[in-house]
């Protein structure tokens, strides 16, 4: 496998209709479990979660791996990633819409995966725009709160891997 940034790739009809049907599902545990978070482009919740899980589903496409269907109703799950390279990776799939937009962790995200990566776009269609491992992206100096998503770990584009082997 090797994925290099800017490869692009546009949800199938089968795939949009699971992204949009997880998307609305993760929604509503979301919001049920009091856990929801607006966004600062004011985007509607269930599209900003279909934009999401439909880049999950893009870069698990890239690699050449099935979307593992378990991790994607709630992120508040322990351990919860949202792929797995074929080298037993474990990944957690970010997106922006912006183009110069940057990697954004919560601070006090549940997940640990090894592999942060970017995708960039909005549903149907995604590109590959990097990736940082997770214990460079963790670490203090990294920290803002000035995205409107709370503390979180920020990693700008320009930093990030062009290549993922």
Known sequence: MRLQRGREYCLLPAEQA????????RWEANRNAGSFRPNKTGTPPVQHERDAVGAE???SRLVSEAPSTVPLVCERWVGTVDCVLPDGRQVDVKYTTYEDGCLLVPINSSSRPDVYVLMKGRFPRY???????????????HVTDRYGKGTCYRFPPEWLEDELI
């Open 18 to 25: 699971l992204a949009t049907d997880v998307a609305q599902k």
């Open 57 to 59: 589903i893009a870069f």
């Open 127 to 141: 590109y590959f725009a990097g990736w940082a491992p997770a214990a460079l992206l963790r670490q203090d100096g």
